[in-house]
């Protein structure tokens, strides 16, 4: 059963300051995210990316379209509490210590003490912001502002998080962190559905992605098959080669490269592939790798986006 | 119930922690103490003059406070969008304004208390030590109360779909011609045009008329004051439910405005 549903969804804002035109912003997206995956959202600058998770979020009123989650209508307050959400470059009460925006928070879900106060503390390891609970937020780096907004999106354990670009303005470290708790959400059974253009986060986190364009959606699917439509080859990485073998392989294949002891060949298609595994087979070479060649999410990117 | 509570006394907090209440505050006291310079150049009306002063700066410093907290209310958490966090909890819009109000009701209180005992501290050192005055000054302190009441929820109004500097000014600006309601009204009762006659009447019933709180350096207070006598409660209870009243629909309106809007 899907745990979120989006269908035909159109916005519209209305620019200009006298006459008012509508801009479209989201033009008939439909999708729909299955309970307990991790559902990457893509796309380039404006892509509307914010604006859908905004009316999930009941935030924006959608022009036309339906939205549901967890098989509830977005207005309702019962499916908010099985729900968390990270607002893009959050931002928290200046005079609020973690611990007291935590505590804020958790009351608006009814949770009691004592097991507020405990779960506060938990939450602020969680992110790492245990030395700078009693730091007042106006005192914040952007990356601790951003840990404390990833803290008060599960800090009711949520079913489902929508996180709009959870990695911005974190450091390697923080990213490897925020990578560790989406994968752990997934392990407790939680769905993401999440934001991002950072490609590497998506390509080692999400089961599937939609890739949206101009407020269009390009495509919905598993990433592999998204992308492997485009298979451009192979690459096949050998160790414990000669000059023999150099020569021999140059024969068939163009692309050849020493790195160290290492040969890095590039098979273009199938009738190559044959002579050269062929001869490592018969030489006993040592096979380390071989890895379909296909385009990274970045040059799908800049292939299919730029058109 | 308990999540308008908890926005309610979260806002107190973060009013308590900014500094431009303090600021007003300190004003405040300041100006109540240099009343009691004032009343002592006065011979022989030294109360009065303290009252006069005293009573108008709570009213003049509660209203500042009213405005400046009021429309920051809800157009801080639109401005730097931690509304967008907020609404995406369980929480009611609904519940938002309630609590983002009784939040400033409460900072109010605790500021109008805190002018009231400078004040008191003036009278006291003026050498008033009857009960009656301390207690009697209480319904006029209160009074004063409910006409700030009256202008947060006003305040509250126009944050919700106007800019600050705007919204200021509106606020200020009702603040003002409310105190003039009624002359209003009789102007134009006095003018020989029904139009202009109507239109007085129109616009005296929707502006919130402040007239009816005002009774700081008023007969009321001073000769309840100054005849030892306990004032006239009907005349509080009827300011109170026209304040009841009028916030109610004016929170209403906000509330109606906000249930539509987009936060982008
Ligand atoms: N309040 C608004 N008024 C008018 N147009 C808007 C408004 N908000 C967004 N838009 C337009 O809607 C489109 C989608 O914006 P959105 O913020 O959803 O993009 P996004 O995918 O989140 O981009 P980013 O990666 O930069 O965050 C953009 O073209 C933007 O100009
Ligand atoms: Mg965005």
């Not at chain 2, 779909?161 to 003002?176: G, H």
């Amino acid at each position: 059963m899907p745990v979120i549903e989006i269908e035909n969804l159109t916005k519209d804002f209305l620019v200009g300051f006298w006459k008012k035109r509508p801009v479209r912003a989201l033009d008939n997206v439909s999708l729909q995210v299955e309970q307990g995956e991790i559902f990457g959202f893509l796309g380039p600058n404006g892509a509307g990316k914010s604006t859908t998770l905004k009316i999930l979020m009941h935030l924006l009123h959608p022009t036309s379209g339906a939205t549901r989650i967890l098989g509830d209508p977005v207005d309702s307050v019962g499916m908010r509490r099985r729900i968390g959400f990270l607002p893009e470059n959050p931002y928290f009460y200046d005079y609020l210590t973690p611990e007291e925006l935590l505590t804020y928070i958790g009351r608006l879900f009814g949770i009691r003490q004592p097991v507020l106060s405990q779960k506060v503390r938990t939450l602020l390891e969680t992110v790492g912001l245990a030395d700078a609970r009693s730091v007042q937020l106006r005192k914040f780096s952007k990356g601790m502002v951003q840990r404390i907004g990833i803290a008060q999106a599960i800090i009711n354990d949520p079913e489902i998080v929508f996180l709009d670009e959870p990695m911005s303005g974190l450091d390697p470290l923080g990213r490897m962190e925020v990578r560790r708790i989406i994968t752990a959400l997934k392990a407790a059974g939680v769905t993401v559905f999440f934001s991002s253009h950072i490609l590497p986060d998506v390509e080692a986190l999400c089961d599937r992605v939609a890739i949206l364009n101009k407020g269009k959606l390009q495509e919905v699917g598993v990433l592999e098959d998204i992308l492997k439509v485009r298979i451009e080859g192979h690459e096949v990485i050998l160790a414990g080669w000669s000059d023999e073998t150099l020569k021999t392989i140059r024969r068939s294949c163009e692309e050849v490269r020493t790195m160290g002891d290492r040969l890095h060949v590039r098979i273009g298609s199938r009738e190559q592939m044959e002579p050269v595994l062929k001869y490592v087979f018969e030489e006993r070479l040592e096979l380390i790798s071989m890895n379909p060649i296909r385009p990274s999410l970045e040059e799908y990117f800049f292939q299919e986006l730029k058109r | 119930m308990t999540r308008i509570l908890v926005i309610a006394k979260n806002t107190f907090r973060e009013n308590v922690r900014d500094k431009v209440l303090y600021n007003l505050i300190l004003f405040a006291l300041i100006m109540i103490f240099t009343s009691l310079i004032i009343g002592q150049l006065s011979l022989g009306n030294e109360v009065k003059i303290i009252l006069d002063l005293g009573l108008a700066s709570i009213s003049i410093f509660g209203m500042l406070i009213a405005i400046f907290l009021g429309i920051g209310l809800v157009y801080k958490e639109l401005d730097k969008r931690t509304i967008y966090v907020l609404l995406a909890k369980p929480v009611r819009r609904h519940e938002f304004i309630l609590g983002k109000y009784l939040g400033l009701l409460y900072t109010l209180l605790v500021n109008v208390a805190v002018m009231t005992v400078g004040l008191e501290l003036a009278l006291l050192y003026q050498g008033e030590t009857a009960w009656s005055v301390f207690l009697n000054l209480l319904p006029a302190v209160f009074m004063i109360y409910l006409s700030l009441a009256l202008v947060t929820a006003l305040a509250l109004l126009f944050s919700t779909f106007s800019t600050p500097a705007l919204s200021a000014l509106f606020t200020f600006f009702l603040w003002i011609i409310g105190h003039f309601g009624r002359d209003l009204l009789y102007f134009g009762e006095l003018s020989k045009s029904v139009f202009v006659n109507w239109i007085c009447a129109g616009i005296y019933y929707v502006i919130p008329n402040l007239s009816i709180f005002k009774i700081m350096g008023s007969r009321h207070i001073i000769q309840s004051l100054s005849f030892y006598r306990p004032m006239d409660p009907s005349v509080v209870a009827a300011a109170f439910f026209y304040c009841l009243l009028y916030c109610a629909v004016i929170l209403s309106l906000s509330i109606a405005i906000f249930l539509r809007r987009d936060f982008k």
